[in-house]
């Protein structure tokens, strides 16, 4: 079994940055892609940022130039930098895993970030 264990996240004012990470635990073989999502309230869940086992990232057009991803394949983490942060950022962000062999995915328990204006 595995479990993604979430840290960070917070309350900080439009501009700021905050960092979330992710550490998965348990029988961790292989997790083919890594990544962020999150849920604003009354709103569908969005996909953020992604990292796969080989450090490829991709990101919503929305955080572009702003959100860094970065994994650590040997400890089974992922990280999301946010830098300028704007309020439209505010959401539950959750952290998700993909298994390499099962394509059994997995998800932390969901960190919130707000960012007032």
């Known amino acids: 079994q595995v479990q993604l264990v979430e840290s960070g996240g917070g309350f900080v004012e439009a501009g700021g940055s905050l960092r979330l990470s992710c550490a998965a635990i348990?029988?961790?073989?292989?997790?083919?892609?890594m990544g962020w999502y999150r849920q604003a309230p009354g709103e569908q869940r969005e996909l953020v940022a992604t990292?796969?086992?080989?450090?490829?990232?991709n990101y919503v057009d929305s955080v572009k130039g702003r959100f860094t991803i970065a994994r650590d394949n040997a400890k089974n983490t992922v990280a999301l930098h946010m830098n300028n942060l704007k309020p439209g950022d505010t959401a539950v962000y959750y952290c998700?895993?993909?298994?390499?062999?099962?394509?059994?995915?997995?998800w932390g328990q969901g960190t919130q970030v707000t960012v007032s204006s």
């Open positions: 348990g029988r961790v073989f292989r997790l083919r892609e």
């Open positions: 990292v796969t086992s080989r450090g490829s990232a």
């Open positions: 998700f895993a993909i298994d390499e062999y099962t394509d059994d995915d997995y």
